[in-house]
Nanobody
Framework: VQLQASGGGLVQAGDSLTLSCTDS????????MGWFRQAPGKEREFVAA????????HYADPVKGRFTISRVKAENTMYLQMNNLAPEDTGTYYC????????????????WGQGTLVTVSS
């Protein structure tokens, strides 16, 4: 498993951005994937997660209604569509993968990507 995250950049408040995370290996239906972010000087925090098989999703309260997590099985890729971005969304976004939903949401995923930086200016 090797996770490659991309799509970060510098945007203005109110803009949209889509992150992607591609798994170089095979992703089974039992897998869970998600996004975390870490702002400068802060701890890494959960953003969103998705069950690969059923597509069930879960979001952190600060991003509900603005972010959408999805996956395209044929591409072995997970996406994070981020709308109405705010300066507090600034940080490095990491994708992660596990087979246990609880472990992943708790930040204990087995696999992590290298991170992609999102900067939102006011």
């Amino acid at each position: 498993v090797q996770l490659q995250a991309s799509g970060g950049g510098l945007v203005q408040a109110g803009d949209s951005l889509t992150l992607s995370c591609t798994d170089s290996g095979r992703t089974f239906s039992s897998a869970v994937m998600g996004w975390f972010r870490q702002a400068p000087g802060k701890e890494r925090e959960f953003v969103a997660a998705i069950r690969w098989g059923f597509g069930t999703t879960h979001y952190a309260d600060p991003v509900k209604g603005r972010f959408t997590i999805s996956r395209v099985k044929a591409e072995n890729t997970m996406y994070l569509q981020m709308n109405n971005l705010a300066p507090e969304d600034t940080g490095t976004y990491y994708c992660t993968k596990d087979t246990d939903w609880g472990d992943l949401v708790a930040g204990k995923g087995d696999y992590w990507g290298q991170g992609t930086l999102v900067t939102v200016s006011s």
